[in-house]
């Protein structure tokens, strides 16, 4: 990582509330890994260094604001990618045990091989899908956070995520800008899976003043048997 990145992880970081000086080392080698990666496979179509700072780091460490993740929670990171937000994450809480899903095994075999090569033990990896680890003893109500970031539309994130998660549980959901349509078809939608629209908190990504939203939906009853409904059919006919 040059300079010029290592002061903008750290202003990034100040912007949130959190000091990211004694983790500036395993984010140069995450930003280093990840652009091998990049090179052998189709990870992230960020390519420049402060794009993947501002746009992956800083952004996966947003699902902080407000303390839904703080604490020692077990957490899974729904449709992770390349790890995104679950290694950020998971560097600088190391209290989570955070459980990264995609259903594309060679992503979540880079995830793996990352994790190992930042020495990350509380980082558990799985190749699955939502939908059919919803269904999965192993898995269902097992959850206390569910956290997404760039998957699907609210409704479907709701349909997918409530299921893994215990009573109590939370869904943290880090979005772009979400429509009142949205919100209104993810609140009805927590309804019938078993929760409630806690929390939606609008902000901006540091340094670059996107919006953001954060939305947080709590489980409070057991999710009908029925959902998630099978593969696909979340985010192609969501519920509203
Ligand atoms: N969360 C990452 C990020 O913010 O960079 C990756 C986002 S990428 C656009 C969406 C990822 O979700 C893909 O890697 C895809 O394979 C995975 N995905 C989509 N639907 C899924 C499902 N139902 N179960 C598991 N993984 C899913």
Redesign the pocket.
């Known amino acids: 990582m040059t300079p010029e990145g290592h002061a903008l992880l750290l202003q990034g970081g100040r912007e949130l509330g959190l000091e990211l000086t004694p983790y500036a080392d395993a984010f140069a080698r995450l930003l280093a890994l990840l652009r091998e990666g990049s090179a052998r496979m189709n990870l ?1 179509a960020l390519r420049e260094e402060p794009d993947i700072i501002l746009k ?1 780091f800083v952004d ?1 460490l947003s699902c902080l604001r407000g303390g839904f993740l703080d604490g020692e929670l077990r957490v899974v ?6 790890g ?2 679950a290694l950020p994450l998971s560097i600088v809480q190391p209290l989570l045990q955070m459980v990264p ?4 095994r060679k ?1 979540i075999d880079y995830v793996s091989a990352t994790a190992a090569s930042l020495g990350l033990n509380n980082v558990h990896p799985l190749v ?4 059919a680890l919803g269904h999965d003893a192993a898995h269902r109500e097992r959850y206390d956070r569910v956290v ?5 539309s609210l409704p479907a994130l709701v349909e ?1 995520s409530l299921p893994l998660l215990r009573v109590g549980g939370l869904l943290v959901a880090q979005k772009g800008p979400i429509t009142p349509d949205e919100l209104e078809a993810g609140r009805k939608t927590a309804g019938v899976l078993g929760g409630v629209l806690e929390d939606v908190q609008a902000f901006e990504l540091p340094v670059l003043n996107e919006a953001r939203t954060l939305v947080v939906v709590r489980k409070t009853r057991p999710s009908p048997g029925k959902y998630p409904r099978r ?1 696909g059919v ?2 192609k006919q969501p519920l509203f």
């Open positions: 992230t992956h996966s990171d729904l449709g992770t990618g390349a995104f937000p899903v995609d259903s594309t992503k699955g899908r939502a939908e997404v970031r760039a998957v699907a997918l593969e979340p985010a």
